[in-house]
């Protein structure tokens, strides 16, 4: 079994700051990349920031320059998802999505979070 746990959810203003981090544990043998999606009410689920094993990044066109996604130093299974100069169109529940190889495997698999809210409002 391998867990995703999502955490920060929060309600900010527009124009403010928030953090998220993401843990994988269990039977996770090899991760090879670490993602962080978004659904927006109403609307498709999309790719907001993407980190691989070697920590190559990437981001949506929509967040560059605003949200950055990095690891933990040591604990390769997290990663934080650090969001500044939040709009309004930035609400939406976000998910964490670990690509990797459960133990022993020679497969790879991807496992999800169970999401959290993130709204920004006035």
């Known amino acids: 079994q391998v867990q995703v746990v999502e955490s920060g959810v929060g309600l900010v203003q527009p124009g403010g700051s928030l953090g998220l981090s993401c843990a994988a544990s269990?039977?996770?043998?090899?991760?090879?990349?670490m993602n962080w999606y978004r659904q927006p009410p109403g609307k498709e689920r999309e790719l907001v920031a993407g980190?691989?094993?070697?920590?190559?990044?990437?981001y949506a066109d929509s967040v560059k320059g605003r949200f950055t996604i990095s690891r933990h130093n040591e604990r390769k299974n997290t990663v934080y998802l650090q969001m500044t100069a939040l709009k309004p169109e930035d609400t939406a529940v976000y998910y964490c999505?670990?690509?990797?190889?459960?133990?022993?495997?020679?497969?790879?698999?991807?496992?999800w979070g169970h999401g959290t809210q993130v709204t920004v409002s006035s």
């Open positions: 980190i691989s094993s070697g920590g190559t990044t990437n």
């Open positions: 269990g039977s996770i043998g090899s991760i090879n990349a």
């Open positions: 999505n670990v690509v990797g190889s459960p133990t022993f495997a020679n497969y790879e698999r991807i496992y």
